[in-house]
């Protein structure tokens, strides 16, 4: 079963260490960087499409479109059930992390800073656990 791992923040720098931090601890397919969601939305389509199961560590407050944003599409979308997400978010809002809870696909909210102990446990859970 294969696994697409997507990253989308709109900080480069940041996108950049999450995705170095993530193949550290994740033997799993190298993960993309968004920096935006509209891009993001597209290749995740694409993967979609193609009988991927898709991870999306995404980010709340980007310009454009936010993560609420991509969530609310990819709602939409037939192929819902194989996408799974990890809000990462600096956001220090309540409401922030209630909202994500009225997602299916998201399995965790997660406060910046992304971390390898974070990694590891959510390694753990279900549904990741099937890919380690």
């Known amino acids: 079963m294969d696994l697409s791992i997507f990253i989308v923040d709109d900080d480069e720098m940041?996108?950049?260490?999450q995705k170095t931090l993530v193949k550290s601890v994740w033997p799993l397919d190298e993960p993309i960087v968004y920096f935006?969601?509209?891009s993001a939305l597209e290749h995740i389509e694409r993967e979609a499409v193609a009988g991927k199961k898709i991870l999306i560590l995404l980010d709340i407050h980007m310009p454009r479109i936010d993560g609420w944003?991509?969530?609310d599409s990819i709602c939409t979308k037939p192929y819902c059930k194989d996408v799974w997400v990890i809000v990462n978010t600096a956001s220090e809002e309540i409401a922030d992390e209630a909202k994500s809870k009225l997602y299916t696909q998201v399995i965790a909210f997660n406060k910046k800073?992304?971390?390898k102990e974070t990694l590891h446990k959510l390694m753990a859970q279900e549904p990741l656990v099937l890919f380690f």
């Open 36 to 38: 935006d969601g509209f």
């Open 14 to 17: 940041l996108g950049k260490i």
């Open 113 to 115: 800073p992304l971390t």
């Open 69 to 71: 944003g991509v969530l």
